[in-house]
């Protein structure tokens, strides 16, 4: 049974789960319909094709006070792999369409640098200026942990705060606590406008 998340709650990731050493984080987002049935950004671009919001999962590797070491521990759909294997990302997705995950990032926590205290799970929006997007038109995001060998959900949590005209979410951090994991529900907005500027705030 997965653990329902409140925003700012800390729960053990891997004392509970001995022997948990990969999880997948699955996050996901749908676009909000507006009331004739269509997406929401058509109002503001007029084509079909300004309407998708592009939202892009990331997960940015800390060590030492919570400070970015190297660029390479990025990792986002330019990046989709940590050079030490730890964390893989499945991919960009363009909509955000449809049931379930729309990125899932999978992670093997005993192959994560003993330099590496924190990773944080940033989901921005693509070019959100120029579209004239911003997280008012996205609905039902969540972040979730899994268990992919059992397929069991261990946490879960809805990011439902009102982020309208905001343009980046950080949704959780996984951090080590001693030689364990834990998980916290951030869900904290910024004006940030791109990654390269969440980044940055972090080197």
Known sequence: MAINLQKGQRVDLTKGNPGLTKILVGLGWDPVQSSGGKLFGGLFGGGSGSANVDCDASVIMLGANDKLQNNKDVIYFGNLKSNDGSVQHSGDNLTGDGDGDDEQIMIDLSRVPSNIQ???????????????????????????????????????????????????????????????WKFAAIGSGTNAASLSEVVRSYS
């Not at 997280?135 to 439902?160: C, D, K, W």
Request: with cysteine; glycine share 6%; hydrophobic share 35%.
């Open 118 to 180: 924190k990773l944080v799970f940033v989901v921005n929006i693509y070019d959100c200026i120029k579209r004239k997007q911003h997280f008012g038109m996205i609905q039902n995001a969540f972040i979730r942990v899994v268990n992919p060998t059992s397929n069991q959900e261990l946490l879960h949590y809805n990011l439902t705060d009102n982020y309208s005209g905001l343009t980046c979410l950080v949704t959780g951090e996984i951090y080590r606590h001693g030689n364990e």
